[in-house]
């Protein structure tokens, strides 16, 4: 076997946000509604607060902009924090890649916090799916956000919790 033969290609890498992938993010309308229907944000809106409140993610599957995530912090909890998400189709045209990514960047989180809760559209079924596919508890919906629609509280704890 040649060195070339030997070489695995990653059809995924995620770096530090940058500004310019926020104006470059076309997000999946599932997310739009939801950052919507909950905050009244653009998910650009909502991708600049979460550039300037957390360390913040960039996905790329196959060279494209796949989304942008991050934690925001409890802002008096040491060890807590609200994981977000805005992704774009490509994680749903490259499934694979996506999930096996967003899985060693869930593994990052979880050491890094020990409690992380955030709400999820009932809508997003794709979503919530995937939250309960990384290890995330998802409980019943509830009446959530700006437009008192039904959202998923989900949750993931450390062992000391």
């Given at each position: ?30 997310d ?29 599957l196959?060279?494209?902009?796949a ?19 805005i ?12 999930l ?17 809760i ?22 019943e ?15 993931w ?5």
């Amino acid at each position: 076997m040649s060195a070339l033969e030997s070489v695995v290609f990653d059809p995924s890498y995620v770096r530090r946000a940058r500004p310019t992938d926020i104006a470059m993010l076309k997000a999946r309308a599932a997310d739009e509604a939801e950052l919507w229907a909950g905050f009244r944000h653009t998910p650009h809106e909502a991708a600049e607060i979460g550039l300037a409140s957390s360390d913040a993610w960039s996905i790329f599957l196959y060279g494209s902009l796949a989304g942008v995530f991050g934690v925001v912090p409890h802002g008096t909890k040491h060890g807590v924090g609200c994981p977000w998400a805005i992704l774009s189709p490509a994680v749903e045209m490259h499934p694979r890649p996506f999930l096996r990514a967003s899985r060693q960047e869930f593994a990052k989180m979880q050491e890094q916090f020990y409690y992380l809760i955030n709400y999820v559209d009932a809508r997003n079924t794709t979503a919530v799916r995937w939250l309960s596919w990384l290890g995330f508890t998802v409980y019943e919906p509830e009446d959530f956000g700006v437009d008192q629609l039904q959202f998923h509280r989900f949750d993931w704890a450390g062992p000391y919790v």
